[in-house]
């Protein structure tokens, strides 16, 4: 079944229309082979008439879907007009061309308003490029089961300096019975977000398989193809059991860390996911990051001492902490076993003097409750929400959070 169909301007009035998912999708269709020709030939032209384009960036288009879905898939389709989906990526567009359209992007704002692009993975080597080449300009890469990454660009990024992490009295009691690791479980750990991460049932998760591979794959980039991106898995563990109770993976980018996704053993061991959190934030300071990007705004994450930076702020921010001597220069390594101890982490950290102002407090300080109440106040019913994709919006809270609700007690990521 075709699960996407997208389409996009070309030269003079010719309208292309493609499938998002790759040509497989369709092999169980009778008119499979003649369908996959005439993508393939679409998919030709376009990649010939780019440069008469004047909008490289993809649109539904109700009518073109419908044609195609008619004749490929005997009029099945399961496009709606309700679901408005991102814009999408072009398959064959030069990296050099993405750079320059992410950057006008970051000025300007997604074509149509929205926090979301979408690409279809279809060769993991080009796509870790693309990952690492969007991380640059501050995205945060998700995905979706069915082979399609969904770049986020938040309209207000939720940001804390790893130095003003707020480490509660009930977190601090429990500590020393768990310690931090970095990098020992990274197949576990996307094993266990996977098994305890989701929305509505078990395997409900937007870290496939192939998003996996793709965040493996940057490790193997050169240098220059990687532009200082690096992937790491976060691991807490009970000291007794030595079981793991709660993680995340997530990337560093120069002085920055971000946090894609995670899970904690809620029932086990209540409040495993909050000290993985303060004890990460803890040794992220200790490493010399200067940023932690924890993505959208969520309530705990501004009692842990986070702020919000608009858009453009938040880019600048990563772009100085990534090309900074001295900022960039930030490594994420795993403690010591003594130093993992997550009652050791928690011991404060100097503070650094550099203030970051926002739209609702400084970076550089503890935000008052005053600041807490304004920033949810800012953002309450806003664009994080509207710009996600309705055919989305049963995993809205999976998806935009990075974390589901179901077997997980806090959301960190999107």
Request: proline share 4%; charged share 20%.
């Given at each position: 079944?075709?699960?996407?169909?997208?389409?996009?301007?070309?030269?003079?009035?010719?309208?292309?229309?493609?499938?998002?998912?790759?040509l497989t999708t369709l092999e169980r269709?009778?008119?499979?082979?003649?369908?996959?020709?005439?993508?393939?030939?679409?998919?030709?032209?376009?990649?010939?008439?780019?440069?008469?384009?004047?909008?490289?960036?993809m649109t539904p288009d109700r009518d073109a879907?419908?044609?195609?879905?008619?004749?490929?898939?005997?009029?099945?389709?399961?496009?709606?007009?309700?679901?408005?989906?991102?814009?999408?990526?072009?398959?064959?567009?030069?990296?050099?061309?993405?750079?320059?359209?992410?950057?006008?992007?970051?000025?300007?704002?997604?074509?149509?308003?929205?926090?979301?692009?979408?690409w279809q993975i279809s060769d993991v080597p080009r796509a870790a490029e693309v990952v690492c080449l969007l991380i640059c300009h501050g995205f945060l890469p998700m995905g979706e089961g069915a082979g399609l990454l969904l770049p986020k660009l938040h309209h207000q990024r939720c940001v804390l300096r790893p130095t003003q992490?707020?480490?509660?009295?009930?977190?601090?009691?429990?500590?020393?019975?768990?310690?931090?690791t970095v990098d020992r479980?990274?197949?576990?750990?996307?094993?266990?977000?996977?098994?305890?991460?989701?929305?509505?049932?078990?395997?409900?998760?937007?870290?496939?398989?192939?998003?996996?591979?793709?965040?493996e794959a940057v490790a193997q980039l050169?240098?220059?193809?990687?532009?200082?991106?690096?992937?790491?898995?976060?691991?807490?563990?009970?000291?007794?059991?030595?079981?793991?109770?709660?993680?995340?993976i997530g990337y560093t980018c120069g002085g920055v860390y971000s946090s894609c996704t995670g899970f904690a053993l809620k029932d086990d061991f209540p409040g495993a996911g909050i000290l993985q959190l303060v004890a990460l934030g803890c040794w992220l300071a200790k490493c010399g990051f200067g940023l932690w990007d924890l993505g959208m705004e969520i309530a705990y994450k501004l009692e842990l001492g986070a702020v919000l930076l608009p858009r453009a702020e938040w880019s600048e921010q990563l772009q100085r902490l990534r090309t900074t001597a001295g900022e960039k220069d930030a490594k994420l390594h795993s403690p010591s076993p003594a130093d993992g101890i997550a009652s050791n982490l928690l011991v404060p950290t100097a503070t650094t003097t550099t203030t970051t102002t926002t739209n609702t407090t400084t970076h550089g300080a503890q935000p008052t409750s005053r600041d807490l109440k304004r920033s949810r106040e800012e953002v309450q019913g806003a664009e994080s929400q509207k710009s996600r994709p309705r055919k989305h919006q049963t995993c809205a809270k999976h998806v935009a959070s990075g974390f589901a609700t179901v077997n997980f007690v806090f959301f960190v990521g999107q």
């Open positions: 079944m075709v699960s996407r169909l997208m389409t996009v301007a070309g030269g003079g009035d010719t309208t292309f229309v493609i499938a998002s998912h790759t269709s009778p008119a499979s082979a003649g369908c996959q020709d005439f993508i393939q030939g679409v998919l030709t032209l376009l990649k010939l008439d780019r440069r008469d384009s004047g909008d490289a960036w879907v419908e044609v195609l879905s008619d004749t490929c898939m005997s009029g099945e389709s399961e496009y709606s007009e309700e679901e408005g989906y991102p814009p999408l990526i072009p398959a064959y567009v030069a990296l050099a061309e993405l750079d320059e359209s992410l950057a006008e992007m970051v000025r300007e704002g997604i074509p149509g308003g929205g926090e979301f692009l979408s992490v707020h480490v509660g009295r009930k977190v601090r009691r429990h500590a020393g019975a768990f310690r931090l479980a990274w197949s576990q750990t996307c094993s266990l977000i996977q098994k305890h991460t989701f929305t509505q049932e078990p395997g409900d998760c937007w870290l496939s398989d192939q998003l996996i591979a793709v965040y050169s240098p220059e193809q990687r532009k200082g991106v690096a992937f790491h898995s976060v691991e807490l563990w009970h000291a007794d059991s030595d079981r793991l109770v709660a993680g995340e």
